[in-house]
């Protein structure tokens, strides 16, 4: 069974995580990804370490393989006639062009969405921004912290008097993934119309859309959210705990689960404070202290096994070495080997979806720079019927 988009063709002129990420899933799930780099420095993440790896003269940024699995690389300057020439063949037989440029930047190297529709009417594009293409800062680099600030989520990370950025470039990675739905509907659409369209979001959109019922705490009942640690705002309780050995996470999601957590504690589920979960966010502090006392009495796996008994969700807080030395992990394929031309095996994570029927794939490692200027120059020109002269 070939994978859902095989037969598709991708270009991708996006760079650093929020662009490369939704061509990465995008190569994951079949599509022919044909990423164009500026000559001799190529994306900026090819720079973004420690940690590199490989020998000197050769290292390889960690934090570009994370982005760039299923793609082809080939080096242009779009400012110059080659590099416009190349990208309008790219583009003549693409059925999807991803670019994060600031707003106006294509529209200045001639390849405005009018041009690009011209060249090709089936292309979908996506577009992705740092705060929108329009509006009144439409303007302003995108970067993932300052979206993460700007959109409200440090605000509801970490303490309330410490705003915290999530662990990961969340922004960047939301709107990677959003992305990718609005390309799927895009080409879904253009099967019916014949004709693409513009695919637009941006890390601000795609933080605030995620917002989920912190939004509505301030939009619908006029609460403005704060950070408050490891506990749900609206679920008690629900949250890390200190076990006799490390932490645990409890989720009790329902007042049935609740009777069932409390007689695993020990705790009157009536107690007039924590008869309810109303009553239980209210006396969250006071919540934790109690069940505290008592699981602090024995290791978490005690806890973890005692718990799993009456149905109730619990975890332990795993490193990253943890995870994926985790057989769970790896048994739902969320670790890849790649064959790299300079670093030979490595292990990447995997991709987040699979399909039932379908074999594991086999995954191409990250390409080095230009690793394919020749190649897909040569495909251009089987496909125009001439030999073009701009590769070589």
């Given at each position: ?20 990420h ?25 720079g ?11 290292a ?10 299923n ?11 080659d ?47 740092g ?47 959003h992305?990718?739905a ?27 859309g ?27 309780p ?58 602090t ?29 985790w ?38 490692a ?18 125009d ?8």
């Open positions: 069974m070939s994978a859902p988009l095989t037969g598709y063709v991708v270009v991708d002129l996006s760079r650093a995580l929020a662009g490369p939704a061509g990465m899933m995008l190569g994951d799930l079949g599509a022919r990804v044909i990423k164009v780099e500026v000559p001799e420095h190529g994306d900026e993440s090819r973004w370490g420690p940690p590199f790896i490989g020998p000197p003269e050769q390889v940024s960690t934090y570009f393989l994370s982005a760039n699995r793609k082809e690389s080939v080096t242009a300057d779009l400012k110059s006639p590099g416009g020439h190349l990208l309008t063949r790219l583009v003549r037989h693409a059925d999807v062009l991803i670019e994060n440029f600031r707003s106006g930047v294509l529209d200045r190297l001639g390849f405005g969405m009018e041009r690009l529709h011209e060249l090709n009417p089936r292309l979908v594009v996506l577009s992705i921004t705060f929108g293409p329009d509006g009144p800062e439409a303007g302003r680099a995108g970067y993932d912290q300052i979206a993460q600030g700007e959109a409200g989520l440090m605000s509801l990370t970490g303490e309330p008097d410490e705003p915290t950025k999530v662990g990961v470039p969340i922004a960047d990675l939301l709107a990677g993934v992305g990718v609005g390309v799927l509907a895009a080409l879904l659409e253009r099967e019916r119309t014949g004709r693409g369209r513009v695919v637009r979001t941006s890390l601000l959109s795609s933080v605030v995620v917002h989920a019922f912190q939004g509505t705490r301030w939009t619908v009942a006029g609460e403005v959210p704060h950070g408050i640690g490891n506990h749900h705002p609206s679920i008690a629900y949250g890390l705990f200190h076990a006799a050995d490390g932490f645990l996470q409890v989720a009790v999601g329902s007042e049935g689960q609740w009777r069932g957590f409390a007689a695993v504690v020990g705790l009157d589920p009536d107690e007039p404070r924590f008869a309810s979960n109303r009553l239980r966010v209210q006396h969250r502090a006071e919540l934790v202290v109690a069940v505290e006392e008592v699981l009495t024995r290791p978490r796996d005690h806890w973890l096994a005692r718990l799993d008994e009456v149905g109730i969700a619990s975890g332990k807080v795993r490193t990253l070495d943890e995870v994926y030395t057989e769970q992990t790896r048994s739902q394929g969320l670790l890849v080997e790649v064959e790299h031309p300079v670093l030979g095996t490595v292990q990447l994570p995997g991709p987040a979806v699979r399909f039932d029927g379908a074999a594991p794939r086999e995954h191409a990250p390409p080095l720079l230009g690793e394919h200027d020749k190649s897909v120059r040569a495909w251009l020109d089987e496909l019927g001439t030999d073009d002269g701009d590769g070589g």
